[in-house]
């Protein structure tokens, strides 16, 4: 799967630095990915939604790591441009 798309909005609020939505090979979007400056760098946070009891679940997300950064590296590359 390759990444074909990438808009990011610039937030600024916080540690909430942008939201991105990614178009994978021109068929699948995801949307609402939040990019986040942590302690020691910045990273994303997939789409969620919380439930009843508080707890946050991921709507969508990579299944392995090597996925995960590729998807991490691309937004953040997007977002410092």
């Known amino acids: ?41 910045m990273f994303i946070s997939m789409p969620d939604r919380k439930r009843a009891d508080g ?3 991921d709507i969508v997300h990579p299944i392995n790591q090597e996925f995960r950064k590729y998807i991490e590296t691309a937004i953040l590359e997007e977002f410092n441009k």
Do not use: P, Y
């Not at 808009?7 to 609020?13: E, L, M, R, Y």
């Not at 630095?17 to 939040?34: E, F, P, Q, T």
């Open 1 to 41: 799967m390759k990444i074909t798309k990438i808009k990011i909005d610039k937030v600024g609020k916080n540690k909430l630095k942008g939201i991105a939505s990614v178009i994978l090979d021109d068929c699948l979007a995801i949307h609402r990915i939040k990019i986040i400056e942590g302690k020691n760098r």
């Open 55 to 57: 707890t946050f679940n």
